[in-house]
């Protein structure tokens, strides 16, 4: 497995996730604006956009992420990520497992897995994975998943039960509470709405992001 998920990140925190319907911004024009504000790491989701038409955003977004010198993780589709030659994969715990996608895309790729609860996190930890996500942290409108907020109690439970597994919080983390996230045990803070949902004050978001986190 990949050992180097968090050198990737160069000693920042965030982990920002593209959305371009709350953008107004393709894959790869967001890609641009997170690298130009500091951004080392970007995940790629889609929910929207049918398979084929995220593959050619998402084959853009990677050549232009590697021309800068940022590596970009594929939310949920490992066939895509394997297509478009990206740095890994996020994968769900209704996605394809982590050792179907560890066997497709090989040791060096990095594989994230989202999970819910403090179980659900140490049964990820033994999968051939190179971090775990938890969250929601609060509540989220930006994905309605139907899992309750574990609050900043919930990262402290799982990063004392996950010493050195790299852990990710997300699900309603902004620039106001990420520190307080952080401070609870997240290695990085992946987030979307806060950045996203007011385009134009997007790289103001992403440097308070990077400095406050």
């Given amino acids: 497995m990949s050992s180097n998920f968090l050198q990737a990140f160069g000693g920042t925190h965030l982990y920002p996730i593209t959305d371009q319907h709350l953008s107004g911004l393709s894959h790869a024009e967001q890609v641009v604006l997170l690298s130009n504000c500091g951004a080392a790491v970007i995940q790629l989701r889609e929910k929207l956009d049918p398979p084929a038409k ?12 590697h021309d ?12 895509i990520a394997l ?10 715990q209704e ?6 996608a560890r066997g497709i ?13 403090l179980e659900q996190a140490l049964l990820a930890a033994q999968m051939p994975i190179d971090y ?13 998943s139907g899992n ?9 439970r799982v990063r004392d039960a996950l010493r050195g597994m790299p852990l990710v919080a997300i699900g309603g983390i902004t620039s106001e509470n990420a520190a307080a996230v952080i401070e609870s045990g997240a290695d990085v803070v992946a987030v979307i ?3 996203w949902v007011h385009a134009k004050n997007s790289s103001d978001k992403i440097k308070l992001l990077l400095n406050h986190s």
Wanted: aromatic share 6%.
């Fill in 54 to 65: 995220f593959f050619r955003q998402a084959e853009a977004a990677v050549q232009v992420a």
């Fill in 68 to 79: 800068l010198g940022v590596k970009v993780i594929i939310n949920d589709r490992v066939d």
């Fill in 83 to 92: 297509a478009v030659k990206a740095d890994g994969v996020h994968l769900g």
């Fill in 95 to 100: 996605d394809v497992s982590p050792y179907a």
């Fill in 105 to 117: 895309l090989g040791s060096e790729a990095i594989i994230g897995f989202s999970t819910h609860s």
């Fill in 132 to 144: 775990v996500a938890i969250g929601p942290i609060f509540p989220t409108t930006t994905k309605q």
């Fill in 148 to 156: 309750a907020p574990v609050g900043l109690d919930g990262v402290a």
């Fill in 193 to 195: 709405g806060d950045i």
